[in-house]
């Protein structure tokens, strides 16, 4: 069973990270995780695909919480995800 579709896009990101490992453990740290704007063309007025009839003015604001969100994942991941590092699946 497939449901409606609401709302699809395509959106750009940029993540960057400190990685370093010791012995069986990798330890990361997220420096950033964001929308990437293109400077050319500017962030888009509206969905590829727009089921939910958005107008520019909602989406702008989706896109704003959607931006914040990022924000509030880097931070969850750095402090609680990868804080204590994660052990390497493989050691022989």
Do not use: C
Request: a negative charge.
């Amino acid at each position: 069973m497939e449901g409606e579709e609401l709302l699809y896009d395509e959106v750009k990101m940029v993540t960057s990270a400190k990685v370093s490992a010791d012995d069986d453990m990798v330890f990361i740290t997220l420096l950033k995780h964001k929308l990437y704007i293109d400077n050319e063309y500017g962030q888009s007025t509206e969905p590829k695909r727009n089921g939910m009839g958005l107008d520019a003015a909602e989406y702008r604001q989706f896109m704003s919480d959607f931006g914040s969100f990022q924000n509030y994942l880097k931070k969850w991941f750095n402090e609680e995800y990868f804080k204590n590092g994660i052990s390497f699946p493989y050691n022989p």
